[in-house]
């Protein structure tokens, strides 16, 4: 095993960041690797480079699962709460996926929920100030309306990305999330923002991409790793 993955504290969390379009992330193509499930949603996809993403990323979860509890990869019984938050029955280990376009986020700890995001460059779907109407803090929205141009997608992508994570720390949805949490201070270079006793911080990603990790308490740090078969 690589010594990345051994177990220490401080920090609790680590997260491993991959490119699974990469050369390396071939070895992720093994079909033993996932589940009968997980291979049926993938083949549901249209188009041979998303199932092909959905399918590494979610084997990469279960082989770095699998050097964190000894258990096959494919014979991992994930399951999901009642909000749709996977964890591993009678385990510890807590774990969260992210994935978009080619990057995929894989986010583990030991007794301590976690929740991360990344969201790879892309144009939206939709007016940035528009779409952050819907979900944004009123002061986030002010602080978007003062970004010009492109650097508006950019900026509404950060805070995106440290929403999604905290809600899917929390096991809940967008449509969930608590209305007086705001990120706004993420535009400005703060590099964590705090919300009910959890903590959002912003993590260095690819270039044009962003990453983000939440996780309950303010005491805890994160560590980005290698997975293995690149170490």
């Known amino acids: 095993m690589s010594s990345d ?14 490119d699974v379009d990469e050369p390396g992330a071939r070895v992720l193509d093994d079909p033993a690797l ?15 480079s998303l199932e ?6 979610h084997a990469a979860l279960r082989l770095l699962l699998s050097r964190e509890t000894g258990c096959a990869p494919a014979l991992l019984p994930i399951s ?10 009678g385990s510890t280990v807590s774990f ?26 892309r144009r939206l779907h939709g007016d940035a100030l528009s779409l952050a109407a819907r ?18 997608e950019a900026a509404f992508l950060r805070l995106w990305t440290a929403r999604e994570s905290l809600v899917k720390a929390l096991g809940a949805g967008l449509d969930q999330m608590p209305g007086d949490f705001n990120a706004a201070p993420l535009l400005e ?16 990603a690819p270039a044009g991409a962003f ?10 740090g994160y560590e980005l790793v290698s997975p293995f078969w690149l170490a």
């Open 5 to 18: 993955w051994q177990p220490r504290l401080p920090p609790r969390i680590r997260v491993a960041l991959i």
């Open 96 to 121: 969260n996926l992210s994935h978009s376009g080619p990057l995929a986020a894989v986010a583990l700890a030991s007794g301590l929920e976690v929740g991360v995001d990344v969201e790879a460059p």
């Open 80 to 89: 999901t709460r009642d909000g749709g938050k996977p964890f591993l029955p």
């Open 34 to 48: 996932i589940s009968p499930e997980e291979a049926a949603r993938a083949r549901r996809f249209r188009g041979e």
């Open 189 to 204: 270079g703060a590099q964590a923002v705090e919300w009910g006793g959890w903590t959002v911080r912003v993590m260095p």
């Open 135 to 152: 979900f944004y803090h009123p002061e986030e929205c002010r602080m978007l309306t003062a970004v010009p141009g492109r650097g508006r």
């Open 52 to 57: 092909r993403r959905y399918r590494r990323a």
């Open 211 to 220: 990453a983000a990790v939440a996780a309950p308490g303010a005491g805890w």
